[in-house]
């Protein structure tokens, strides 16, 4: 019996080292995992800093990306606007074109203005003439009549 009880302190006895030394490695972990928190609680203000400055690096950018594409709608707007229109290029070319057409119209308009002044210079000419002519065939008429007068009262005399 007594070997028993012995052999029984004995377990028990092993069985409280086995349970000390669970509770050191406990106690052990527990202290390992407290110098972790002290740690990472003396690290929290600057990792916050660190994060609020990341924050608001990325606030920055956000506002960046927001006015950015905010100026890319506008472009495409502006783009679609520019669109309906010709180009530089076509403009040009039909300024061009425009231009030789009103050349073009501007020395038949010349011409036609030298073909009606000469016209109104010839009937301007024409009709002189044409008055001339009748103030001579008026004279004649009356130096005609003036003559069969003459010759009427000549056969009279006679």
Do not use: W
Not at 47 to 61: F, G, Q
Not at 113 to 141: R, T
């Amino acid at each position: 019996m007594v070997q028993t009880a012995y052999q029984n302190a004995l377990l028990e006895l092993d069985n409280l080292e086995q349970t000390l030394n669970d509770a050191r490695r406990a106690k052990h972990v527990q202290e390992e995992e407290a110098r972790q928190l002290d740690e990472a609680l003396l690290e929290m203000p600057s990792r916050i800093a660190k994060d609020e400055e990341k924050i608001e690096v990325l606030k920055k950018e956000l506002a960046k990306a927001r006015i950015y594409r905010q100026h890319q709608e506008e472009y495409e707007v502006l783009t679609q606007c520019i669109l309906k229109y010709p180009s530089r290029e076509e403009l040009q070319k039909r300024k061009d074109e425009l231009m030789k057409t009103k050349k073009k119209i501007d020395i038949s308009r010349r011409r036609r203005e030298k073909k009606i002044l000469a016209q109104k210079s010839a009937y301007a000419l024409f009709f002189e003439q044409l008055a001339m002519l009748q103030e001579s065939e008026g004279k004649d008429e009356v130096s005609d009549s003036e003559e069969e007068d003459a010759s009427a009262a000549m056969q009279l005399e006679e």
